[in-house]
């Protein structure tokens, strides 16, 4: 077994027999998608093991077979191999972890930088791998921490002027990026400091603001911070949210104790969708509008709502369905990202379309406002 602070599983190797218990097989990235756990009943892995997609997912689970500690020197010399500066720091007693484009410390550039949350451990670093694969070719800055507390994630404003001391990071182009509660984490973060980020990408969570995960004082929270978002979610995620204007298709699946914090009929959907809009400054849209969205382009039919601008790409073996949202300025400022068959774990297009997202936006250094930097 491999034990760290966070997480016991046990070694893997690869995809193994999804027909068979494989107990030399688990991964924080893969694991609960072969073990039909946090997935929808229609998920197919036998779909997912075939695409470019599974493929980068086995490679990204690889980290967690060759590396148990964040120190370790193995693991140290394979980001370093790949252009990467990795440290572990610590900070009042917590670990975060850095990795910065060695071009980045050779020359005077200053850097965006993305604040990943998720605990500092290897698992972060499966779960981003793809993220700091792109760091490595000179496009961002990467830190990783978090806590499993909102309060005690103020820690990062720390940790950032940290950062900001040691590496060249340009503040004007800081993001923040999560993935399920962690992605709801990164938002509670912005709204807390919307003088740091630039924009926020939210991944494997619910594209509407259901009550569970927000309530009436965060929307409004949202509404007056006015950043841009991306939200990024599987298909075959567990709550089955998408089309978003549709009951959900198995609710016999969702465990027990969740079913009071997934939206489950079509009314409780489309009202968690207005409450996206409202939050984004988005023109409100009808329930008879959501609702016609099923005759809508092949994205809207799939994500359940009318959009400004919607594209259906296949990417890696996926159809992917991205709709994007102007708000009542006309700026796109948020976009909602369906991926076919992904479960509730991250993927290579999940992060590149983050970064294609978040990189259009930066702050004004002068009065925080953000500027579209193009479209």
Sequence with gaps: ?????????????????????????????????????????????????HTATGKHMAIAAGLEKNYTEITDPGLQAFW?????????HETDGENWLSFVPKCALEGEKKLPAVLAFRSACVFAQSFYYDLLMMAAQGEMIVLIFSTEDKDENELWTKI???????????????????????????????????????????QGDIPGCAPHFFSDAMVERMREVDKPIIAVSGMAE???????????????????????????????????????????????????????????????????????HSETLWVD???????????????????????????????????TISWSFLRRF????????VIELYR
């Design 238 to 308: 567990m709550s089955m949210m998408f089309p978003m204007n549709v009951d959900i298709q198995c609710p016999e699946q969702i465990p027990e104790r969740m079913k009071h914090a997934i939206p489950a009929t079509a009314e409780d959907r489309i009202s968690a969708w207005q409450r996206r809009l409202y939050a984004a400054n988005a023109p409100m849209k009808t329930k008879e509008e959501i609702l016609a969205a099923r005759e809508g382009t092949r994205a809207e039919q799939m994500l359940g709502f009318p959009c400004d």
């Design 362 to 369: 930066a702050k004004d250094p002068e009065t925080g406002a």
């Design 160 to 202: 950032y002027a940290e950062a900001k001391e040691i590496y060249p990071i340009d503040e004007t182009r800081v993001y923040l990026t999560g993935h399920s509660h962690y992605g709801d984490f990164a938002l509670d973060f912005m709204c807390r400091h919307p003088e740091i980020p630039a924009a926020v990408a939210q």
């Design 317 to 351: 073996g996926l159809e992917v369905y991205i709709g994007d949202i102007r708000n009542e300025r006309g700026e796109e400022r948020l976009r909602v990202v369906a991926i076919e068959d992904l479960s509730h774990t991250t993927c290579s297009f999940m992060h």
């Design 1 to 49: 077994m491999m034990i760290n602070k966070y997480y016991t599983y046990p070694e893997i190797t690869n995809w193994g027999d999804p027909t068979v218990e494989a107990p030399d097989f688990r991964s924080g990235v893969i694991s609960l998608a072969k073990e039909g756990r946090w997935v929808a009943p229609f998920y197919n892995l036998e779909q997912m093991m």
């Design 80 to 88: 370093n191999g790949v252009g990467l500066d990795y440290t572990v």
